[in-house]
């Protein structure tokens, strides 16, 4: 009787330990995150210095035309994982789902980053104490990475060209009128695209309207 008993125990407490997430979905993410908020400044650096994507999984993952700026990604990585590491400081609530093009919770960025992976890409974001971490994650080789800065990078793009259509561009965010033609604003700037770039941005005059002050 004690024996059974024991393994009915031994069974029960088993059942009580959850599984781990499936690698790369949004639970892994925010299991992940969870290690890394609230620690020691060396740790979270280490951590987010390892989100950079390499060359070959970049060449895989991003779209074209934005293959083109790995190499100013790779330059200003730093500057924006320094945001990063303070952001991750304080310990707080982490979640985390996947990257939808038309999720109302997204930052603008992360919206426009939306336009950098394939369709149905599972991507992901996640927010600390209900507030978004303003970056997109990308699982590969085992390891969570991050686009920092992508967005900036594109955004300068359209900026260099024409910045009062830069401007218009940025008001795109989830379901509103201007985001189609916003996409093509940023694909049309960074194929340099001059002809299609002009009539994209007179799109935009129209769909997005000028930018508050």
Not at 16 to 36: E, F, I, K, M, W
Request: aromatic residues 6%.
């Amino acid at each position: 009787m004690t024996r059974a008993l024991l393994a009915l125990l031994a069974l029960a407490a088993c059942h009580d330990v959850p599984p781990l997430p499936a690698p790369g979905s949004p639970d892994d993410l925010a299991v992940y995150l969870r290690t890394v908020v609230g620690g020691d400044e060396l740790t979270r650096k280490r951590e987010v210095g390892s989100w950079i994507v390499d060359e070959a999984t970049w060449d895989k993952d991003i779209v074209e035309p934005y293959r083109a700026l790995h190499a100013d990604y790779v330059r200003t990585f730093d500057a924006g994982a320094a945001a990063l590491v303070t952001r991750l400081a304080a310990p707080a609530e982490v979640t985390a789902r996947r990257h939808f093009a038309g999720d109302p919770r997204l930052t603008r960025a992360q919206g426009r980053l939306r336009w950098a992976v394939p369709v149905q890409y599972p991507s992901a974001v996640a927010e600390l104490a209900g507030q978004p971490l303003d970056t997109v994650f990308l699982y590969a080789g085992g390891h969570w990475r991050a686009l920092v800065g992508l967005d900036d990078l594109m955004v300068a793009r359209v900026r260099a060209l024409d910045p009062a259509c830069a401007d218009r561009m940025q008001q795109a965010g989830p379901k509103n009128r201007c985001t189609e033609v916003s996409w093509n604003v940023a694909d049309a700037a960074l194929r340099a695209d001059a002809p299609r770039f002009a009539h994209a941005c007179q799109l935009a005059a129209t769909l997005c309207g000028n930018p508050a002050p």
